[in-house]
């Protein structure tokens, strides 16, 4: 039974592999297309708004080609250089994606002291609006798909693309609502300073995912409301022990780290207490994907509530 268990585990997480690897992969081709339709649409109207837009549009090529090499690195078995595994390869690509939207941000704001210095009137602006917006439109709905994926499969790469994305959407449908009113209005000013706007805003981005995925590389351990769902499982599924303490947890990727000290009558069996230990970890197993659990068994002697107390397991 039990081995027939790990195939069927084993055979999900390799599909689940190869579906994060495909929507990474096609992550980079959207991320061309995308991008050939934003410079169609700077090159049509001459447009610093549009520039900037298209110009992040590079941005989410790099990151999806650097997001699709960080999955296939995570996604490798553990070995002797890297026991714990390789989860921590999406942070990364994360990090990498902050440092690369803050330099496309200083791109633009360079671009608009130019367009400030030696202003110009747009050209063919409401041909080049619909290619834009055909972008966004693209943009939007990958970018969804990135993030529902992404967060179901537990990776910190899908989910930092399809953020990213969806930051460049927003982008787009401000750029696009803009450069209507400077149309409409004949307010040329409109322009670059649409292109500032888009700029302080992919800082912002940029310096968030980074702290995000800077976060991730220093082992932070889950969220309370996530904390409370292990004590639990813990506790219904520790019968027979005496005591659970110094819970800690952390995550690396997708992969969720567990290790807590489990306090036992000293002169319970080894056998005895392993089952336990068995109940415990199929228990989590059953409700968190890709955890990993490391429980230190104790004697009686260890535990730090008072002797009798049976009402809170945890100390």
């Known amino acids: 039974m039990a081995e027939t268990e790990n195939r069927t585990a084993t055979a999900a997480n390799a599909a ?3 579906k994060v690897a495909r929507l990474a992969f096609w992550s980079i081709i959207v991320a061309f297309l995308v991008m050939g339709l934003k410079f169609a649409a700077w090159r049509i109207t001459g447009s610093v708004a549009l520039y900037s837009d298209a110009l992040e549009s590079i941005v989410n090529v790099i990151t999806a080609t650097a997001a699709l090499w960080a999955i296939r690195i995570s996604h490798k078995p553990a ?3 890297h ?7 999406e942070y990364f690509s994360a990090v990498l994606e902050g440092v690369l939207i803050v330099v496309a941000a200083l791109l633009i704001i360079a671009k608009v002291w130019q367009s400030l210095q030696n202003p110009a009137p747009l050209e063919q602006p409401w041909e080049g609006l619909t290619i834009n917006a055909v972008a966004a439109l693209v943009n939007a709905m990958w970018a969804f798909l990135l993030i529902r994926n992404g967060r179901a499969k537990r990776s910190p790469a899908l989910v930092a693309d399809g953020q990213h994305i969806m930051t460049d959407v927003l ?3 401000g750029v696009i609502v803009g450069l209507v009113a400077a149309v409409m ?3 040329q000013i409109l322009d670059p300073l649409l292109a500032l706007l888009v700029a302080v805003n992919i800082l912002y981005q940029g310096w968030k995912l980074t702290g995000e995925s800077l976060s991730g590389l220093m082992d932070r351990a889950v969220d ?3 904390h409370m769902r292990i004590r639990d499982l813990i ?3 520790c019968k027979g022990a005496m005591e659970v303490h110094d819970l800690k947890t952390r995550i690396a990727g997708r992969a969720t780290f567990i290790e807590f000290h489990l306090v036992v009558d000293a002169d319970m ?4 207490s392993h089952v336990i230990c068995d109940r415990i970890e199929d228990a989590l197993k059953a409700e968190i994907p890709s955890v990993r659990v490391t429980i230190h068994v104790e004697p009686d002697d260890e535990a730090k509530l008072p002797k009798g107390t049976t009402a809170v397991p945890f100390a």
């Open 16 to 18: 689940a592999k190869r």
């Open 235 to 237: 506790s219904a599924n």
């Open 83 to 89: 026991p714990f595994g390789h989860h921590k390869a």
């Open 171 to 173: 982008t787009s449908v």
């Open 185 to 187: 209005t004949g307010w």
């Open 224 to 226: 309370t409301q996530e």
């Open 269 to 272: 069996s080894v056998g005895a």
């Open 79 to 81: 070995d002797s250089d």
